[in-house]
């Protein structure tokens, strides 16, 4: 019969004596990531690998120091990177849909947003002025009193030779015409044109086509003239403006002389000031068309000689680090703003926005997985972005929209970043096994473990993150009992009594609640006393449903003996988990058998109330059943196995051996001691499997076994292979130091057999029987009586049916 666990077996506790220190306050502060080598050689191979689709995904439980661990490595890495380039759009004046984006050195776009503004401000003053001088003046008026004296003399010539001719030149509707006169010099009527005979007026008719013709000549020259004035002045004009715009252009682009790009554009920006020299001319107020209606000013624009800047890295130490908390598409990928004037919306080049892409080019982003898949189209652009290599600022809603609308379509940013990617495990597996881009984009896995092996090494660190925590918190730090809690702590959250959790925001959360406790009572230092005060009081907050079920049990609601013995009936243990708060709930198993050909019937299964992990333990009874009792000749027998009171889902294999007792009682006629609970897996060959939650199961029952009074034989029996998790609570261990109750481990289903039955299981012998006075050999004879009893059914069966035969004869 094994023998129960000792104290030293149920909490490795941690001799607060191996700490050299008085207090947390004089270790230094922990800098480093505690127990997650694996990872953090993969930070450091993806981090410092530059090829195309060496991203990375960290991968982990929460609180496993994922966020904390990239911002320090980050923080170190980056600042020794050169700084990236700063980008700019401006506008482009060949395609104004598609604005040219133009790339500077460090802190120089802003410089360049500077040096155009104030360019468009001297050229405002500068080119009126040319305009108003009186050289330009002169100039103009020499041209023009060219043309009019040209002009003059060409009409003064044609209109003496009309009068020679008896021919005048006169202003009509429709223009100048020759028209006739006499005499006197008034244009001849039509009645007397009329009264004059055929030969006269057909020689008025071919005199006046003939200077008619020659007056169509003058004017087209004069036109002729016209256009070459209007050329002529406004080469003038341009040649003025250029001399004012002329120098102070050279002397932007002498300074940016090296940027190919910028040198373009600013001739770009020459010729098109050149072409629109009356914008810059001063505006003359415009007459209202009534006295009392003020005219709105119509200012020009020079929205396209601005230099919008998207990227500043000039306060930027080192590569960019950008933390990403709200990946949408716009603020990833940037975006277009809109101005309403007058109900309408509109959109130029100046109003392109930077998004964190844009922020990050050049160094990198860290952004968590589930959230960039909770935004929509922030996945699908990620990946086209790491895959082209190149950030695209586009209206995402386009596509969606009835109706098509002009907008604008910037230049593409080549992308050089490092993209980080937080999330859960379950996340990673899933991108990796349902995406193939994913693949080729994330190659680089970081794996966060939730656990790290206990050493002198490690708890020494445990120690100095205790004492990183009080500090960043500006917390009381904590003596070495306190820390050996916080270690002790740690093993139970790890589940594992050689292990250590990593997962550091509950431990950090344990801290500054330890630190309450102590603070209300006016300590100066952090005691273990003050942990335990901190878990109990965090449990106390947390298990009202804890405490309900168990007065539901007390009161007789839920039926479960913690005393006695039944036949058929046991105490299995099962864990329930709230979210915040995991505690074990005894659960009363029972079985019953019968004779019959139906085998062991899951209850739960018929109901479906069964999961599939539950249903193959019943498999595994059933089969192990059969090659223990079946092996000489068959068994036939009915059975059924159910968790009373049960209005929820089974699920798990935890209460295989429970469920085993049961039924090997059932069949057996012997009863089960009800004083004690069983949890542990199974396989067919009777070798018990461990389970989870051990420690939460043993507390479960504890506790309602100390409500009804504890009286030395109560216990539970449990895998010997969970002895390594244990890390109980201290009334548990205290009641066992005490003797008040007790934990058996087994390996074997039959050790078990004998604690809940008082009686051996009993070996095979070589004929297949076992020996008087075991378990086993009642079970055996339990079932020969069963299949005597369904063959005796089966021959009666032959019998009535042989006897109606011989009647219907």
């Given at each position: 019969m ?15 004596q191996?700490f050299?220190?008085?207090t ?15 990872a ?7 981090l ?7 991203n ?17 490595i980050?923080?170190?890495?980056a ?7 700063d980008?700019c ?8 849909d ?9 802190g ?14 001297i050229?405002k003053?500068?080119i ?10 002169k100039q ?17 010539e ?12 006169r202003?009509s ?13 008034e ?22 086509k ?25 080469k ?9 715009v002329?120098?102070?252009m ?9 940027n ?25 107020e415009q ?16 929205t ?15 590569a960019?680090c ?24 509109s959109?130029d080049?100046?109003l392109?926005?930077?998004?964190s ?13 589930i ?17 082209n290599r ?25 992308l ?10 379950y ?15 994330f190659?680089v896995?970081?794996?966060f473990?939730?656990r ?18 009080c ?7 904590f003596d070495?009992t306190?820390?050996a ?10 589940e ?12 950090a959360?344990?801290i ?11 300590s ?20 009202r ?10 009161e007789?609601?839920?039926i479960?003996?913690?005393?006695g013995?039944?036949?058929?009936q ?6 329930l ?44 009874i059933?089969?192990?059943i059969?090659?223990?009792?079946a092996k000489k000749?068959p068994?036939s ?27 090997l ?5 012997v009863p ?11 396989d ?8 989870g939650?051990?420690?939460?199961k043993?507390?479960g029952f ?34 066992v130091?005490?003797?008040k109750?007790?934990?058996?481990p ?9 604690l ?17 006075g075991?378990?086993n ?19 009666d ?8 035969e011989?009647?219907?004869?």
């Amino acid at each position: 019969m094994p023998k129960s666990l000792s104290i030293e077996e149920l909490y490795k506790c941690c001799d607060p004596q191996m700490f050299s220190f008085e207090t947390t306050s004089e270790l230094p502060e922990l800098e480093e990531t505690i127990g997650q080598e694996r990872a953090l050689r993969s930070l450091d191979f993806g981090l410092n690998l530059d090829s195309k689709g060496f991203n990375i995904f960290m991968l982990g439980e929460n609180g496993t120091g994922k966020s904390t661990t990239i911002k320090a490595i980050l923080g170190k890495k980056a600042a020794q990177e050169t700084v990236p380039a700063d980008w700019c759009y401006v506008y482009n004046f060949e395609d104004p849909d598609i604005p040219l984006a133009i790339s500077l050195a460090p802190g120089m776009a802003a410089i360049f947003h500077k040096d155009m503004e104030e360019l468009i401000k001297i050229l405002k003053v500068e080119i009126p002025k040319i305009f108003e001088s009186k050289e330009y003046e002169k100039q103009k008026n020499r041209i023009l009193e060219e043309f009019q004296k040209r002009q003059k003399e060409m009409f003064a010539e044609l209109e003496g030779d009309a009068q020679n001719k008896g021919f005048s030149i006169r202003k009509s509707v429709s223009g100048l015409m020759i028209v006739p006169i006499k005499k006197g010099g008034e244009p001849l009527t039509e009645e007397e044109y009329e009264a004059l005979d055929e030969r006269t007026k057909a020689k008025i008719d071919e005199i006046g086509k003939g200077l008619q013709d020659k007056l169509n000549d003058v004017v087209r020259e004069v036109r002729e003239s016209e256009k070459q004035v209007k050329n002529a002045v406004a080469k003038l004009e341009r040649e003025a403006a250029l001399s004012a715009v002329g120098h102070y252009m050279e002397e932007v682009k002498s300074k940016y002389q090296d940027n190919e790009k910028i040198t373009a554009y600013l001739s770009a920006v020459t010729e098109d000031i050149l072409d629109h020299i009356d914008d810059f001319k001063a505006q003359e107020e415009q007459t209202p068309p009534l006295p009392f209606l003020k005219m709105q000013k119509t200012e020009p624009t020079f929205t396209r000689y601005v230099v919008n800047v998207l990227v500043n890295n000039k306060d930027q130490k080192g590569a960019p680090c950008i933390f990403e908390s709200n990946p949408s598409y716009f603020n990833l990928f940037g975006r277009m703003e809109y101005k309403f004037q007058y109900g309408v919306a509109s959109t130029d080049f100046s109003l392109i926005k930077a998004g964190s892409l844009h922020k990050a080019n050049g160094g990198y982003i860290v952004i968590n997985g589930i959230d960039l898949l909770r935004n929509l189209f922030s996945y699908d652009g990620l990946k086209r972005a790491l895959r082209n290599r190149e950030i695209k600022i586009e209206d995402i809603w386009e596509q969606y929209r009835l109706i098509s609308t002009t907008t604008l379509r910037p230049e593409a940013i080549p992308l050089n970043v490092k993209v980080i990617l937080l999330g859960n495990p379950y996340l990673y597996y899933l991108l990796y096994g349902l995406d193939e881009e994913y693949r080729e984009l994330f190659k680089v896995k970081a794996d966060f473990d939730n656990r790290m092996e206990k050493n002198e090494e490690t708890l020494q660190k445990y120690a100095a993150f205790v004492s990183s925590i009080c500090r960043k918190g500006n917390l009381k730090h904590f003596d070495r009992t306190g820390v050996a809690k916080i270690v002790e702590y740690g093993s139970r959250l790890a589940e594992h009594q050689a292990k250590l959790s990593s997962k550091f925001s509950e431990v950090a959360d344990v801290i500054k609640e330890a630190n309450y406790w102590a603070r209300k009572e006016g300590s100066q230092i952090v005691s273990g006393a003050h942990v335990e005060t901190a878990l109990n009081e965090r449990v106390f907050r947390t298990n009202r449903i804890e405490e309900r079920l168990q007065e539901l049990v007390i009161e007789g609601t839920l039926i479960i003996d913690t005393g006695g013995e039944r036949v058929g009936q046991i105490n299995g243990l099962a864990v329930l988990d709230m979210g915040d708060y995991r505690f074990g709930k005894p659960s009363r198993i029972t079985a019953k058998t019968y004779a019959g050909k139906a085998g062991v019937i899951n209850i739960e299964r018929e109901t479906k109330m069964s999961g599939r992990i539950h249903e193959k333990a019943i498999l595994i009874i059933t089969h192990y059943i059969g090659s223990t009792f079946a092996k000489k000749k068959p068994v036939s027998f009915s059975a059924s196995i159910t968790f009373e009171q049960l209005y929820d889902m089974v699920e798990g294999d935890s209460a295989t051996c429970a469920e085993m007792y049961a039924l090997l009682s059932s069949l057996a006629g012997v009863p089960i001691r009800q004083d004690l609970a069983v949890t542990g897996s199974m396989d067919q060959n009777g070798d018990v499997q461990p389970i989870g939650g051990v420690n939460e199961k043993i507390e479960g029952f504890f506790d309602l076994c100390r409500i009804r009074g504890l009286d030395g034989r109560q216990g539970v029996i449990i895998p010997r292979k969970n002895v390594h998790n244990l890390m109980l609570k201290k009334e548990v261990v205290d009641a066992v130091k005490e003797g008040k109750f007790s934990i058996y481990p087994i390996e074997r289903v039959e050790e078990g057999l004998e604690l809940l039955t008082g009686m051996p299981a009993g070996m095979e012998k070589e004929d297949g029987t076992y020996p008087e006075g075991t378990i086993n050999f009642l079970v055996r004879k339990r079932l020969d009586e069963y299949a005597e009893a369904v063959k005796d059914k089966k021959d009666d069966k032959k019998d009535k049916e042989k006897d109606k035969e011989e009647n219907d004869r």
